[in-house]
């Protein structure tokens, strides 16, 4: 009996702490600052980086494999269009050229005789055949003897030297460089601003006072579903020789004036382990946590993006890193965003 008694006391303890601990224990409620979005106008304008490329690049490479008697050119020697490049081995050539020119007059001699009534029209008619097959075969021959450039530009590389025997490999490379090309891609947000003949501005580290304009020449017309962006070639002019394929340059896109949300960047956060980001907005007193795509960069604000990130949402700036969702917060600061 006693023990009993005992034990239902020792309970009866227990309830009544375990009744003061909940009636002491309080909602957590974080201190923070906010900030309530408005619309702004701004300058839309996107910066992305590339390497330049030749406007055209070809390797030299007859169709004829064989000896090659002699290259007329070095890396790094500037070539016009129709300069000769390559002479490969004669032999054939000579052999096709002689045989075209004696069907040339077998083929007067049989058009007299057919006039005359010596010869036949299907004489005739088998010569010709072979007449202009024998000058196909050797306008082929010729175009892969004499290796002419295709166009005007620079040797940027050479694999093989005088007298060796060519099997495969490019001979040479030409790489056009008096205009330039590039490829740059663009986040799919902006596709519908980008039109061919747009202008652009390049800079280069290398020459950190000039900037060079270029021209959009082709807007492809998908996008890419793993990064979501879209790709543009643009055109360079060269004229000064300035700029070479292969080097880094940034390029600067003005695509004109646009609302936009903007916020200061410190007020966004970073998933860990992920590329996400995030902010807190403030809901009924309490913190919500907001998946946003960055815009545009502007010194310490950044512009977000978001279906509930709309003018009058309050997004907070201070604090954020020791929020959770749907903890309770108290503004102890409230601002407009302004910039």
Known sequence: MKKFIFYSLAALALVGCSKTVEETTEERVEQVCTTVLHEQQIERVITVSTNLQGYKTQNVAPSLTGKIEHIYCEVGDHVHAGQDLVRMDQTQYKTTKIAFATLGIEKN????????????????????????????????????????????????????????????????????????????????TYFPRFKEGMKLSLTSEIYPDKVFPATV????????????????????????????????VTTTIGLGKADALVIPYQAVEKLVGANDRYVFIVENGRAKRVAVTLGQRFDQDIEIIAPEIVPGVEVVTTGQHKLVDGVKVNVVRLTSSTR
């Open 109 to 188: 001699r049989v058009e007299m005789l057919l006039k005359t009534g010596s010869a036949t029209q299907q004489q005739y008619d088998q010569l010709e055949s072979q007449y202009n097959s024998t000058k196909e075969q050797l306008d082929f021959l010729q175009t892969n003897t004499y290796v002419k450039a295709p166009f005007a530009g620079v040797i940027a590389a050479k694999i093989y030297e005088d007298g060796e025997l060519y099997a495969g490999q490019p001979i040479l490379v030409l790489t056009q460089i008096d205009k330039l090309k590039a490829l740059v891609a663009i986040p799919e």
């Open 217 to 248: 020449e082709i807007v492809y017309p998908t996008i890419d579903p793993s990064t979501h962006t879209f790709q543009c070639k643009i055109v360079i002019p060269n004229t000064k020789n300035l700029l070479r394929p292969g080097m880094y």
